[in-house]
């Protein structure tokens, strides 16, 4: 039945997935729905057939906003949603591009992502965990670091953006592990001394990944080397790499890891060998921050 509590919709559609808050009158959460049709299997007009199917029972009988970040603005999303051009601050609501809807209870504005013109760069959703971020540390002055398939570097400075970078560590381990010959060596464990030497080792001498890569087959083989071992080792050459060539960002600047996964756990371990000022903060959290902080634009502006 309709939820007459529910003043507005806060959503994070990704390309996987689809997570949702309703929210009330004080921005506080009365309730949280999740679905499994990201953008990666929707065709624009199935967008909003998938989010009525999440909270059509949630809605009020009346016009209620829905903000949205993420890939529901991509290109092969709902609506395409242009980037703003870093240096910039975050866009929030003023830059959103209104989803068309048949529902008239739907009033949908789909938040912008972010763009780099040289070195090219684009990023969709990250956007607003750095958002959500500066809602509560706005005078932040230093490096966010976004773990995932697809790492985000970002320097923020007097509430901008100034600059990002993406590495796509997190898709190489996940193709390394499991489509390469190095599958028949890489196990579900840890081991974090392991992790840290590999991660050293490839800072030391970033050009020597292809062979070290290798090794560890050949370990496994000619020394049965863990395959715990193996994991922990394909992880920290990797993050190792991509720490070599973000140097530039996190080297003399604090860096906050906006994560609070085994994920975010590796990257702090890394910088911290490294003698790195850093910090973790959880990202889910920021993500719903930033959600509020555009929806408290479109209040100021109504």
Same mark, same amino acid.
């Given at each position: 039945?309709?939820?007459?509590?529910?003043?507005?919709?806060?959503? #994070?559609?990704?390309?996987?997935?689809?997570?949702?808050? @309703?929210? #009330?009158?004080?921005?506080?959460?009365?309730?949280?729905?999740?679905?499994?049709?990201?953008?990666?299997?929707?065709?624009?007009?199935?967008?909003?057939? %998938?989010?009525?199917?999440?909270?059509?029972?949630?809605?009020?009988?009346?016009?209620?906003?829905?903000?949205?970040?993420?890939?529901?603005?991509?290109?092969?999303?709902?609506?395409? %949603?242009?980037?703003?051009?870093?240096?910039?601050?975050?866009?929030?609501?003023?830059?959103?591009?209104?989803?068309?809807?048949? #529902?008239?209870?739907?009033?949908?504005?789909?938040?912008?992502?972010?763009?780099?013109?040289?070195? %090219?760069?684009?990023?969709?959703?990250?956007?607003?965990?750095?958002?959500?971020?500066?809602?509560?540390?706005?005078?932040?002055?230093?490096?966010?670091?976004?773990?995932?398939?697809?790492?985000?570097?970002?320097?923020?400075?007097?509430?901008?953006?100034?600059?990002?970078?993406?590495?796509?560590?997190?898709?190489?381990?996940?193709?390394?592990?499991?489509?390469?010959?190095?599958?028949?060596?890489?196990?579900?464990?840890?081991?974090? *001394?392991?992790?840290?030497?590999?991660?050293?080792?490839?800072?030391?001498?970033?050009?020597?990944?292809?062979?070290?890569?290798?090794?560890?087959?050949?370990?496994?083989?000619?020394?049965?080397?863990s395959p715990d071992v193996a994991r922990a080792r394909l992880s920290g050459?990797?993050?190792?790499?991509?720490? %070599?060539?973000?140097?530039?960002?996190?080297?003399?600047?604090?860096?906050?890891?906006?994560?609070?996964?085994? @994920?975010?756990?590796?990257?702090?371990?890394?910088?911290?060998?490294?003698? *790195?000022?850093?910090?973790?903060?959880?990202?889910?959290?920021?993500? @719903?921050?930033?959600?509020?902080?555009?929806?408290?634009?479109?209040?100021?502006?109504?």
């Open positions: 039945m309709p939820n007459n509590a529910v003043k507005w919709i806060a959503a #994070d559609w990704g390309t996987t997935h689809l997570r949702v808050w @309703l929210m #009330d009158g004080a921005d506080q959460v009365i309730g949280h729905r999740s679905s499994s049709r990201g953008m990666g299997g929707l065709s624009p007009d199935a967008f909003e057939p %998938a989010l009525l199917e999440c909270i059509g029972e949630d809605l009020p009988d009346k016009e209620t906003p829905v903000v949205v970040c993420g890939m529901a603005g991509a290109r092969q999303g709902w609506t395409e %949603a242009p980037y703003a051009a870093v240096p910039c601050k975050v866009p929030g609501v003023e830059r959103a591009t209104r989803a068309p809807t048949q #529902d008239t209870r739907l009033k949908v504005y789909i938040l912008p992502g972010l763009s780099q013109a040289k070195p %090219a760069d684009v990023m969709r959703g990250e956007e607003t965990q750095i958002g959500g971020f500066l809602a509560g540390e706005p005078k932040f002055d230093g490096v966010l670091c976004l773990p995932g398939t697809h790492c985000k570097w970002a320097h923020i400075s007097a509430e901008e953006v100034v600059s990002f970078r993406t590495y796509m560590t997190g898709e190489l381990f996940s193709l390394l592990s499991k489509q390469s010959v190095l599958r028949f060596s890489i196990g579900d464990g840890w081991d974090e *001394a392991a992790f840290e030497e590999a991660l050293t080792d490839t800072l030391s001498r970033p050009a020597g990944i292809g062979a070290d890569l290798f090794s560890l087959r050949a370990a496994q083989l000619l020394h049965d080397q050459l990797l993050i190792g790499l991509e720490l %070599a060539a973000a140097k530039p960002y996190w080297i003399g600047q604090e860096v906050v890891i906006l994560g609070d996964d085994t @994920l975010a756990q590796a990257y702090e371990l890394g910088l911290k060998s490294q003698s *790195a000022w850093c910090r973790r903060v959880p990202a889910e959290g920021a993500t @719903l921050q930033g959600l509020k902080a555009a929806h408290a634009q479109l209040k100021a502006s109504s």
